[in-house]
């Protein structure tokens, strides 16, 4: 079992930045891929940032390209999702996952957080 416990989140105004961290215990977490996802209300769960496990490699949905930045820190059992410029659209509750596949598929992660509430006010 790998257990991870999201916080960071919180209300920030447009233009605003945030820094979301996921601590992780349990199982070997530098084996992992880790990925951030949100949800917003009424829609699905959407891939936001992914990370394998040297770090080496990283994906970001279009949306938040060149304002967000994942990143991990094997030595501590964490990975952060650095939130710059944000917009109200960013509103969700995020979600910190991780799998042992190198995937970007929602239903290919195993383990999951208890999820964290960002606000983006206009």
């Known amino acids: 079992q790998l257990q991870l416990v999201e916080s960071g989140g919180g209300l920030v105004q447009a233009g605003g930045s945030l820094r979301l961290s996921c601590a992780a215990s349990?199982?070997?977490?530098?084996?992992?891929?880790m990925a951030w996802f949100r949800q917003a209300p009424g829609k699905e769960r959407e891939l936001v940032a992914r990370?394998?496990?040297?770090?080496?490699?990283?994906y970001y949905a279009n949306s938040v390209k060149g304002r967000f930045t994942i990143s991990r820190d094997n030595a501590q059992n964490t990975v952060y999702l650095q939130m710059n410029s944000l917009k109200p659209e960013d509103t969700a509750v995020y979600y910190c996952?991780?799998?042992?596949?190198?995937?970007?598929?929602?239903?290919?992660?195993?383990?999951w957080g208890q999820g964290t509430q960002v606000t983006v006010s206009s």
């Open positions: 990370i394998n496990w040297s770090a080496a490699v990283t």
């Open positions: 349990g199982r070997t977490f530098s084996s992992y891929t």
């Open positions: 996952a991780a799998t042992p596949r190198a995937s970007g598929v929602v239903g290919h992660y195993d383990y």
